[in-house]
């Protein structure tokens, strides 16, 4: 796996904009989380004027193993339906990046089709599918650099269109099982408690998921070394997974506000957190959904959700919801008077 360079934000500037903050003409801390956003943003990009250009959300799509064991309600052939369903703005995903002005790119890192000729995916499929990790690792070591080396690429590409603002999302029907495993053996908590009902499993489903999944951990660790976190992360993980960690640790890289979506999206971020802990500077954790677990995984990495609404979708759609609120922080830095302009008594 290739080497970032990733540093916590300087925090040089953090009193000035402190300052600016304290100044607008409002109450100290009277905007809350606003203010704690405006902090971020503002360190993130150095400076005390920051701006939210050429926002882009990445739709990361890949199939599972996995799935040929029952561990999800949906079939897998969702996965491709809907990767063209998007490409017709029909899901969820294009209604909201419509709506916040975000340019939407949906990637084929690994769907179980061909979607080569399909207008409007982006083609960088590693393989139909990743393998089964009951039975071996879902992929090897050439597959997981690859699948980090897209992220990059793709975080390169719209960075130099001039994005400041990254979301991303997923399609990948059973990409819960990964997740959950991830969680559990990153948080150290018990499977049992990380898995939840997917697409809508109903308890005898979940039943099942939690022995599936618990063979194949108990396969791994007997034959893996759990400490190596990219042998983990391989394992188990899905193309469009590792691509998303690889996105992540790239857009740290290059100081772009990452905007951290639901269940699987918070299990890369974890993944990622735990690869390059100062990546975790640069995310913004937008919502806790209704996934089991979510919520535990947040609280590991000491994460505060903007948002709770009961979503479960995925997609991005949670982070995509968040994103006026932390255009409501950068505009307050912009265009709030301050209380020497305003000519309005200072009373603290």
């Not at 100290?28 to 943003?41: D, I, N, P, T």
């Not at 948080?187 to 099942?208: Q, V, Y």
Request: with cysteine; hydrophobic share 40%.
């Amino acid at each position: 796996m290739r080497a970032f360079d990733i540093h916590p934000t300087d925090k040089s500037l953090q009193a000035a904009i402190q300052a600016k903050i304290d100044n607008l003409n409002k109450p100290k801390g009277s905007l809350g989380r606003l203010e704690e956003l405006a902090m971020q943003v503002c360190l993130i990009q150095q400076t005390l004027e920051p701006s939210l250009t050429q926002p882009c959300h990445l739709l990361l799509g890949g199939d599972h193993g996995i799935e040929h064991e029952g561990v999800s309600v949906s079939p897998r052939e969702v996965t491709w339906q809907q990767m063209i369903n998007f490409t017709r703005g029909g899901g969820g995903v294009n209604m909201f990046c419509r709506q916040h002005g975000f340019k939407l790119r949906i990637v084929d890192v690994g769907v179980d089709y061909d979607l080569s000729s399909v207008p409007g995916i982006i083609d960088r499929k590693i393989a139909r599918g990743t393998k089964n990790f009951l039975y071996e690792p879902a992929m090897n070591e050439e597959e997981f650099n690859k699948a980090i080396e897209i992220g990059c690429d793709l975080v390169d590409d719209y960075a130099n269109e001039g994005c400041r603002i990254l979301s991303i999302g997923e399609m990948g029907i059973a990409n819960t099982s990964p997740s959950s495993i991830w969680m559990s053996l990153f948080g150290d908590i018990p499977l049992k408690d990380c898995i939840g009902a997917g697409a809508g499993l109903n308890s005898e489903g979940i039943r099942h998921k939690y022995e599936v999944l618990s063979k194949a951990v108990e396969r791994f660790l007997n034959t893996e070394e759990p400490s190596l976190c990219v042998r983990l992360l391989a394992y188990f993980g899905g193309f469009e997974m590792i691509a998303a960690i690889g996105a992540m640790l790239r857009a740290a890289e290059r100081h772009l506000i990452i905007l951290i979506d639901g269940f699987i999206m918070t299990a890369c971020a974890l993944a990622a957190i735990r690869l390059y802990p100062a990546s975790q500077d640069y995310m913004i954790f937008t919502h806790c959904g209704d996934e089991s677990g979510h919520k535990m995984m947040l609280d590991i990495i000491e994460a505060k959700p903007l948002l709770h609404l009961g979503l479960r979708l995925g997609e991005g759609t949670g982070a995509l919801c968040a994103f006026p609120i932390i255009d409501s922080a950068v505009r307050m830095m912009n265009e709030m008077n301050n209380f020497q302009n305003a000519k309005i008594t200072k009373y603290f």
